[in-house]
């Protein structure tokens, strides 16, 4: 598909596979083998979990990058632009080296429908292919056992926590989610669960496969040192650790699940005591209790389940503004909102309940109603389109206040959008 630009390809991919999602290996192997990009030849660390693997994929990055290695991190979904979802060194892959990937990828291809997820896989390991990654940082999109980066054999798997999302595809049952996403682990190779409750199914895949398993609180832990932080794993540990760069009130065990799986592949990729401080304090990521300091701050969240949504709540109960604090808030359609509204009661002075720009949202009356079921006293200050509720919290929230908007990676993908296009407007 030559003259093709990245926009382009991307457009032509949705209608590539009519399923759009279809989860099943075949397809990768069978293009991927033909590309040459599914045995890396250098260390892989496969990062799958309900809430927490973005936060994970930037620690292990941060850290490898302080210690001069050049990795490759590929990470779904994006917030602006489809570019961040591949990274080499620290950096988004370029349009042309996107274009390249997936033109070879189309060449590859042949007759096989892969969907869009899949291409955009094949396509990310032939960048850090080309870009002379030495280590790659693979986050699951869906699921494990059947998502495309399962096609790659990991040096290391990590499991972050478990919770009921995606239950059309994984199931409706805690045991049937870590089933799926039990199916990153391999024969003899370590994993690392860094969720606080492990479903039995990591456990009884790990011991049916003699894979090495490290759960927190368990075989690796963290403590708080004043200031700082603390973190062992058998014989080896870490004092004074400096507060994760990521805020939330669970960042410490997502940081802990890091700087373990590093510690379990130290004999082919050592990081030093320096590049763990530098990379720990440094990471970065954003949509994750982000904040916007400003006279109106501003708080981001993509928490889109109902684990994410009550880690959200925690970290909200120990930063209250000395205003008042808005809420904005939309949810994609699959997504249960009771689940989702329920941890947050009574923690704003007001709603303002909108619709992502995309066709697979609930309808903002659809969120009043289930709001008011939640809490009948929620104060709803506006109900309707994402636009209408960006300019009414804007127009109301006086300096000292907080606004938070959250429910969704397109409802801060939506903020950013709009604070970017006021950047430039102003500039």
């Known amino acids: 598909m030559p003259d093709r630009d990245l926009e382009q390809w991307l457009q032509w991919q949705q209608g590539l596979n009519a399923a759009g999602i279809e989860l099943g290996l075949d397809r990768v192997r069978a293009v991927g083998s033909r590309l ?34 050049r990795t490759g991190a590929y990470t779904s979904p994006h917030l602006l632009r489809y570019n961040e979802r591949v990274k080499v060194a620290g950096r988004d892959a370029t349009d042309g080296m996107l274009v390249d990937a997936f033109e070879r990828v189309e060449a590859a291809r042949r007759d096989v429908p892969l969907t869009h997820f899949e291409f955009g896989t094949l396509a990310a390991l032939h960048v850090f292919r080309e870009a002379g990654a030495e280590v790659l940082i693979l986050e699951v999109g869906l699921g494990g056992r059947l998502d495309a980066v399962n096609a790659v054999e990991p040096s290391v798997a990590v499991i972050t926590s478990i919770g009921l999302d995606h239950a059309e595809w994984l199931g409706g049952t805690l045991e049937a989610v870590a089933g799926e996403k039990a199916g990153i682990l391999r024969p003899g190779r370590p994993v690392v669960f860094g969720g606080r409750n492990m479903p039995a199914p990591i456990g009884a895949r790990a011991a049916a496969l003699g894979s090495p398993l490290y759960r927190l609180h368990r075989e690796f832990d ?8 603390a973190w062992r794993l058998g014989e080896s540990g870490l004092e004074g650790l400096p507060a994760p760069g990521i805020p939330g009130t669970r960042q410490l065990d997502n940081a802990a699940t ?13 990081v030093n005591r320096a590049a763990v401080c530098a990379g720990l304090s440094s990471a970065a990521l954003a949509g994750r209790c982000q904040h916007l300091p400003g006279p109106v701050e501003w708080v981001l969240d993509v928490a889109h389940n109902a684990d994410a949504a009550q880690a959200l709540a925690e970290h909200l109960r120990g930063h209250a ?8 808030f939309g949810a994609m359609a699959r997504k249960d909102l009771t689940a989702l509204l329920k941890p947050l009661r009574g923690l704003f002075d007001g709603w ?11 309808p903002p009356e659809a969120i009043r109603k289930a709001l008011v079921a939640v809490d009948p006293d929620a104060p709803i200050r ?33 903020v950013l959008a709009g604070a970017e296009a006021g950047a430039r407007a102003s500039g």
């Open 222 to 229: 963290w403590r708080r040192d004043g200031t700082a932080w």
């Open 258 to 270: 890091a700087v373990s799986a590093l510690q379990l592949l130290s004999s082919t990729l050592a």
């Open 321 to 328: 503004p000395p205003g008042r604090r808005w809420a904005v």
């Open 352 to 362: 303002y309940l909108m619709a992502p720009p995309v066709e697979d949202a609930w």
């Open 36 to 69: 040459g990009v599914l045995d890396p030849g250098v260390p892989v660390i496969t990062v799958a979990g309900t809430n927490g693997k973005g936060s994970v994929v930037a620690y292990l990055e941060a850290m490898l990058r302080a210690e001069g290695y």
């Open 382 to 414: 506006f109900t309707g389109a994402a636009e209408g509720a960006l300019s009414r919290v804007a127009a109301e929230a006086r300096p000292g206040d907080c606004v938070v908007a959250f429910g969704s990676f397109r409802v801060v993908e939506t």
